[in-house]
């Protein structure tokens, strides 16, 4: 039976090109914000781009908050967080005041803290990923790789799951596991083929 | 460590790419489909399409008879996202939200404005609000008038709008624009580089993202908008359409250079 990929569909960001992505690598994915869809879903993806608060906010009016603990948590259901859809993943937000995550993962969301004055936030463009640990997510990939990055915010886990980091006036957080939970601060369906190579392995994992 | 980014311009004209100079004068250089999986060889890092149809009826009178003209710019953002898996930014005619949202939907990343921002400046913030600051890039179309100052113009360059570009560009930061897209009328299609005053003094006025554009004719250029304009990001057009492999070459150079580029 092929594997139902449902790509969680909260308005917030362009859901359109992590579908594409997956066509192009030979999956076919649903856009859907429909609890029934991601019930029955094997992989989930949360993409998003935009802010903390507004995210959480339209994953709540949409009653799809219960639905992935309970498929995430629970049944254990491989989960890809993708920028703000691995934010959302955590307990809390500061973007736009004080905000409850999903809480998969224990830590916050915050700015950017960086002294640096010539850097220029958002942080945005291309950036070297260094990989950490193993995660299945490297497979065929080199020691680091180039991702295209779009943010002003970051995540600031609170428990040891961050495999993957970049250097931005200091040392953040790119790539997180937690057993089924995945995360990229990065844009993998806007990385060419190192991002696509993620997306593959996280749905042949 | 971030790298600086290598844009590739494309302006589209009633559903054809063409060539511009000095913001007026276009050829048409043929079918914008035909050309998309060449950019994902090329290691070009983002795409901007600009749409400068005057009209809203696409009839060029001609039309390739192998390939269907996609004459709808919302056609074309879909084509080329399902091809191209870099950051695609479209501007041109957008005028409301709801024409945010269609191109959004429709596989772009990013927006850029640039006359409604000037007639109606909240739209920036209207617009940053919704989508995010990052989704809004604030394009400025630059030409030294006849005091000798850099002035700002809209509608592609006809009108002059009486504000300094250095004035505006801190004003749409401040507005919430994720990124500015500056452009020079006067080196439009001239090849003759960078105006690098003016990217300098825009650059060092901001803290967002200042992506230079207009006038390239060689590769040093593109190492003179990153070292001397400062730019955080060096677009251009017609170098690319006329040159093959030029993306790979300009990346090679910009590295020899001591700038770090996505080889």
């Known amino acids: ?205 | 460590m971030l790298k600086k980014r290598l844009i590739t311009c494309l302006f589209l004209m009633n559903g054809m790419l063409v060539r511009s100079e000095k913001f007026n004068y276009h050829n048409a250089l043929g079918n914008p489909i035909h050309q998309l999986e060449r950019y994902n060889d090329w290691r070009v890092d983002e795409l901007i399409y600009i749409d400068i149809s005057r009209q809203d009826t696409y009839d060029l009178g001609r039309y390739d008879t192998k390939v269907k003209i996609k004459d709808n710019i919302l056609d074309i953002i879909s084509e080329v996202s399902k091809k191209c898996f870099i950051p695609l930014t479209f501007g041109g005619r957008i005028r409301t939200i709801q024409d945010i949202r269609e191109r959004l939907k429709r596989g772009a990343d990013k927006i850029t404005i640039n006359t409604i921002a000037i007639e109606n400046p909240d739209f920036i913030t209207e617009a940053a609000g919704i989508f995010g600051s990052q989704c809004i890039v604030v394009s400025i179309d630059v030409k030294i008038n006849d005091k000798g100052e850099y002035e700002v113009y809209k509608e592609f360059g006809q009108i002059p709008t009486g504000m300094s570009s250095v004035e505006w560009a801190k004003k749409v930061e401040l507005l919430g624009a994720g990124e500015i897209f500056l452009n020079s009328i006067d080196r439009d299609g001239t090849g003759e580089g960078y105006d690098l005053d003016l990217i300098k003094m825009v650059s060092e006025s901001v803290n967002i993202p200042v992506i230079a554009c207009g006038g390239v004719g060689k590769f040093e250029d593109f190492v003179d908008g990153i070292k001397i304009g400062k730019a955080s990001a060096v677009a251009a057009g017609n170098i690319f359409n006329f040159t093959e492999i030029s993306a790979i070459n300009a990346k090679k150079l910009m590295k020899e250079n001591g700038i770090e580029v996505r080889i």
């Open chain 1, 1 to 205: 039976m092929p594997k139902k990929i449902v790509i969680v569909d909260y308005n917030m960001g362009n859901l359109a090109s992590v579908a594409n992505a997956l066509d192009y690598i030979g999956y076919k994915a649903i856009i859907s914000n429909k609890v029934d869809d991601i019930k029955s879903a094997d992989y989930i993806i949360l993409p998003g781009v935009g802010a903390f608060a507004d995210g959480m906010k339209n994953l709540i009016d949409l009653g799809l908050v219960d639905v992935l603990k309970e498929q995430v948590l629970e049944r254990k259901k491989p989960f890809l967080g993708l920028c703000l859809g691995m934010q959302l993943a955590a307990e809390k937000g500061y973007e736009n005041g004080l905000t409850q995550g999903l809480g998969f993962i224990k830590g916050k969301v915050k700015k950017f803290d960086i002294k640096n004055k010539d850097l220029r936030i958002p942080h945005i463009g291309w950036n070297e990923v260094y990989f950490k640990k193993n995660c299945i997510l490297f497979d065929k990939l080199n020691k680091s790789e180039v991702f295209y990055f779009v943010h002003s915010y970051c995540l600031f886990p609170e428990e040891d799951i961050v495999v993957g980091t970049f250097d931005y006036g200091g040392e953040f957080v790119a790539i997180i596991q937690k057993d089924n939970i995945f995360g990229t601060q990065f844009h993998p369906e806007k990385s060419q083929k190192a991002g696509l190579q993620i997306l593959k392995n996280f749905i042949e994992s």
